[in-house]
T-cell receptor, first 114, second 114 residues
Framework: DGGITQSPKYLFRKEGQNVTLSCEQNLNHDAMYWYRQDPGQGLRLIYYSQIVNDFQKGDIAEGYSVSREKKESFPLTVTSAQKNPTAFYLC?????????????FGNGTRLTVT | AQSVTQLDSHVSVSEGTPVLLRCNYSSSYSPSLFWYVQHPNKGLQLLLKYTSAATLVKGINGFEAEFKKSETSFHLTKPSAHMSDAAEYFCVVTYTGGGNKLTFGTGTQLKVEL
């Protein structure tokens, strides 16, 4: 079954610690995305990558970092510089080079920082 | 520039009655529009999309939406609500040539009562 796997489902960290969220896809999609979801605010784009070894900042990239060393993997690191990291994080992918191709989403990771 | 406004943050209907979730958009270009559904603690799933073909778009699970350029609207409807339709719904806008940069609405929570 093709899809996107995010792990872990729930993650708890102490303030000041970096934490990495995993995202793996087996859809053979070139493009991958990270979104942050907060109640009542919809989804906001953190980073996206259209091809291996390349990525761009989204609307709220401060305090986050990513890598794209393999086509199927796009991990997100939430650093201690992110002022309000507690949120629901969603990874997505899409076919590259086709405008308006739908996004396929993982089931998310809920991060709680105390 | 583009934006999307979901006019109701919460909608409550009785099972078997029609559903109407309202969405207005703004775009400097010819828009593409999507509706996604999210069940609790899950990722988003595509319901339907409009990409400049037929203005009445049919999606999964009996949902449909009509693109009305004169009203800049893309409302989601379903003739008869089912308990399993209870979820959060997101209206999303992008445009051809936009490189799949999506703008999400803030979501409408649909409650279905017996």
């Amino acid at each position: 079954d093709g899809g996107i796997t995010q792990s872990p489902k729930y993650l708890f960290r102490k303030e000041g610690q970096n934490v990495t969220l995993s995202c793996e896809q087996n859809l053979n999609h070139d493009a991958m995305y990270w979104y942050r979801q907060d109640p009542g605010q919809g989804l906001r784009l953190i980073y996206y990558s259209q091809i291996v070894n390349d990525f761009q900042k989204g609307d709220i990239a401060e305090g986050y970092s990513v890598s794209r060393e393999k086509k199927e993997s796009f991990p997100l690191t939430v650093t201690s510089a992110q002022k309000n990291p507690t949120a629901f994080y969603l990874c997505a992918s899409s076919i590259q080079g086709r405008d308006n191709s739908p996004l396929h989403f993982g089931n998310g990771t809920r991060l709680t920082v105390t | 520039a583009q934006s999307v406004t979901q006019l109701d943050s919460h909608v409550s209907v009785s099972e078997g009655t029609p559903v109407l979730l309202r969405c207005n958009y703004s775009s400097s270009y010819s828009p593409s529009l999507f509706w996604y559904v999210q069940h609790p603690n899950k990722g988003l799933q595509l319901l339907l999309k409009y990409t400049s073909a037929a203005t009445l778009v049919k999606g999964i699970n009996g949902f449909e939406a009509e693109f009305k350029k004169s009203e800049t609207s893309f409302h989601l409807t379903k003739p008869s609500a089912h308990m399993s339709d209870a979820a959060e719904y997101f209206c999303v806008v992008t445009y051809t040539g936009g490189g799949n940069k999506l703008t999400f609405g803030t979501g409408t929570q649909l409650k279905v009562e017996l």
